[in-house]
């Protein structure tokens, strides 16, 4: 009997959280086939098996957290699944060879989300199409399902010139009076129907990306004093810069969106607060000001909001930036960011993109003292010199503290210093950009 361990997922990572098995007590299993999820620093990565054989026993049950090193599952090699006396059968051919489909689908970059939904539907993943990335995804295995509409009866209406059955003469018409005291009388009341079941409600398991986000934001809720302050942005000269530069970001294969330019401007801002890029050590009854600026940039994913590490951003230029945001967006929607990624961040922003909103409170990612909320930009009717009232773009940024390290007035002017370098944006060509 094979003992499955644990094995070391990345640099520092001590245990891992079961997310889900993917195969289970008496399925076989190829070598390098996929074998479980493991969630770790908010990445999930699929473990495979280091043999071929047959799962004999899970020894951790999904939703556990293991240290590195632990025995979680038990394999019958192959050798011995092939001499066994009673072969089980799961849904594997009777000869014993292992489904040629799985070791294709093993091969295919996918999401856990759009495996674990094309296993439950039965869809092959060699049959899906791939999005523009080269991923298979949860939305791309729906298309590939497709409507399912079911083939329901219909019932031909019945209409006051319908057909009386043979022999039956039609009833003669109704008086006035008749018709007068049937106007008069109250409806019936209308006809119950038949009770019905109450529709089933469903179970989602609260593990994984899931358990760990409600970890970090009940952390930083519990732990830090929030305060939160808005400020409204004038963007019109940002607009027609990232206008002007936005077709030579193009030529070099690069989107060029305003969020570059809203890092630069609060690196700049940090560096002239360096109360803001800090950490409180409360064991040591320290503070802490990181010397580095790493950004973290919020990320929606399939399982939730993810923090992938804009590292050194003081050190990358407005393209360089953008194409970092990119590859790290990536890898964080495909399950494939590595924990240098995902952790070490000294300041995050989090950005709505086009839903934006008027203003939020964005929770701290704590243990830092600092986030930034983005919002859209929107058309709004302004004043201009002469109190002529006339079209203008605005932004509104959201900003949360700790306010056990920061104070209010240092929160506000760090605010102010970020507003002032993305109101005249050629104040960061100025400042080295």
Known sequence: ???????????????????????????????????????????????????????????????????????????????????????????????GDANPARGREAKILATPAARALARERGVDLTSVDPDEHGRVTKRTVLGAIGPRVA???????????????????????????????????????????RAREEPADTYIP??????????????????????????EIDVERLVRLRNE????????????????????????????????????????????????????????????????????????SLLDISREISRLGDATRAGTATSSDLTGSTFSITSLGLLGGMHATPILNHPEVGILGV???RRVPVFDANDNVVPGRRMNLSISFDHRVVDGFEGASFLHEIKRYLEDPTLLFLAGI
Request: contains cysteine; charged residues 25%.
């Open 375 to 377: 919002h859209a930009i």
């Open 206 to 231: 609260f593990r994984g990306m899931r358990r760990r986000i409600a970890e970090s934001v009940k952390r930083a809720y519990s732990n830090a004093v929030h305060f939160t302050y808005v400020e």
């Open 245 to 316: 530069a936005k077709d030579a970001a193009k030529e070099q294969g690069v989107s060029l969106t305003y969020l570059p330019f809203v890092v630069k401007a609060v690196i700049h801002a940090l560096r002239k607060f360096p109360i803001v890029n800090a950490e409180l050590d409360e064991r040591n009854a320290r503070i802490i000001l990181k010397r580095r600026y790493h950004i973290g940039i919020a990320t929606t994913t399939e399982h939730g909001l993810a923090v992938p590490v804009l590292r050194d951003a003081d050190q990358l």
């Open 1 to 95: 009997m094979y003992e499955f361990k644990l094995p070391e997922i990345g640099e520092g990572v001590i245990e891992g959280e079961i997310v889900r098995w993917l195969k289970r007590p008496g399925e076989r299993v190829s070598a390098n086939e996929g074998l479980l999820e493991v969630m770790t620093d908010k990445a999930t990565v699929e473990i495979p098996s280091p043999i071929g054989g047959t799962v004999r026993e899970h020894t951790a049950a999904e939703g556990d957290i293991c240290p590195v090193g632990t025995v979680i599952a038990r394999l019958s090699p192959e050798e011995e699944t092939k001499t066994a006396a009673k072969p089980v059968s799961h849904g594997v051919p009777r000869n």
């Open 151 to 193: 083939n329901v009866p219909t019932t031909p209406p019945t209409t006051s010139g319908a057909a009386l059955p043979a022999g039956k003469p039609a009833s003669p018409p109704a008086s006035r009076a008749t018709v007068a005291t049937q106007a008069a009388s109250p409806p019936p009341p209308p006809r119950r129907s």
